[in-house]
């Protein structure tokens, strides 16, 4: 194959690279948060936009997309608070409908997921933002620690009160709902 | 009484306390299919997924998803769309507009392909997905055939970084080259991949014998993919491309001419080229993809001919 001799892109080639690489994945965390097909397609690009406008904010021994992810999360998360879309009756309504003829599997992962994002908009942001890399990126303590640059047993203990925080709101609105007995967090 | 919900997700807890180095994390594979992971992760993930049938079914997942998003939003729209709210929020035009090698665009882009960058991958999709199609313990016998049960060939498209995965569908441009990767039929004598352009051109682009190779022994699909040798560099006709990878247990010469004739046959019937899957062949299996090229080139100069890297 020809090697190419030039080291740097064409603007165009840049960005379809850029897009090509992480679009789809910026654009997913923007939808989880925002729901709206048409926000969230908005959002992903204001996201890469202050990211361009914010590079030398790059901390390097992260990779982009965690950087990318970190500016997603944290755009969408103002978003949803500033809007303090209220949550429960649609809630409740979806669930209602959607339990009639469907099997309990599908029902519990999308209520779980429901229940995520809608105690999302109930907690801080700070909060919020280590929940969606915890239960929805699946990260594991070092990586969030490193990510928002806090030790483990803040992790801990952030995470628990977003736990707290999040039953207390359900029990609230959904008194039909039970949870695991808590876990002592050590 | 109603019954009541129980809620899980919430006692995560348990999960964090008893985490063990094992774990790759949703991100993590993200991270993966982006091509930023520092070369040794990637190469123990690569690893973990010749062996690790649920951990590939998530990649798997993952890699739908951005098929999917990728058909929603083609590139061209994605352009508009940026272009459209960068103006729209031009506070400073030096920053957001700036065109040229110094652009912050460029800068991103020249950073996360350097070396010293924590990703520094250049294989965004080629690397990665070498590997995903490894189904451990997958010689359970003959697969079925036809082109729904199981992706047999797949493609590649080479750029000045490196390779990435081509996405059924996608759109390409004129000097684009393509590389393609076929996951072999076992059982099969002879293989032939065909091409049919948007004017109806019907190409073979490559064949091969396996009267020498071992398909006599085991059944199955073989559990690794292939890259060609050949690559294709896209000419400038534009319209949907499709390429069948088609495999027989007859001779390479009577598949050679059943394919050429069948291709022919779906030109002549104007069949269309994003619908039609396979040809009308015996065979013991094929599969097909497709690609949409439109209008405009990647490159001056670049020859429309099969070429070898």
Known sequence: MKKSTESTLSEKEALREFSERYAARVYGRCRYIIHDEQEAEDAMQDVFIKAMKNLDGFRQEAAPLTWLTRIATNHCLNIIRAKRAPWHEKYKTEVKVRGEGENSAAIRFAEDDQLLQLCLRQVDKDLAEIAIYHFVDEMNQAEICKLVNVSAPTLRKRLRSFIDLSRDAIRQEMPNVDFRPALVCR | MSEKMTV????????????????????????FIAGDLVKERRGE????????????????????????????????????????RASAQNSSPEKVDQRGENSLLQRFMDWAASPSAIGGSALVGAAALFFLVASPGDETGLRSKGAKEGVKISFYVQSEKGARLGVDGEELREGERLQFALHD?????????????????VSIITSESFAEKTNTTKGGVAPKKRLLTESLVLDDTVGAERFFVIYSE??????????QTAAEEIVASHKDLEKVEVLDVKSLSQSSIHIVKTAGSKRKGSPAALSAP
């Open chain 2, 8 to 31: 899980d997700f919430l006692d995560a807890l348990s999960n964090l306390e008893s985490e063990t180095n094992s774990h790759i994390s949703r991100h993590e594979l993200e991270c």
């Open chain 2, 185 to 201: 039929d076992l059982r099969a004598r002879a293989m032939v991949v065909v091409g049919i352009d948007g004017n109806g051109q």
């Open chain 2, 250 to 259: 007859g001779s390479l010469a009577e598949l050679q001419k059943a394919a």
């Open chain 2, 45 to 84: 993930i690569e690893a973990q997924l010749l062996i690790d049938a649920p951990l590939k079914a998530r990649v798997e997942r993952l890699f739908a998803v951005e098929r999917a998003f990728q058909t929603k939003m083609p590139f061209a729209r994605f352009e508009k769309d940026f272009e459209s």
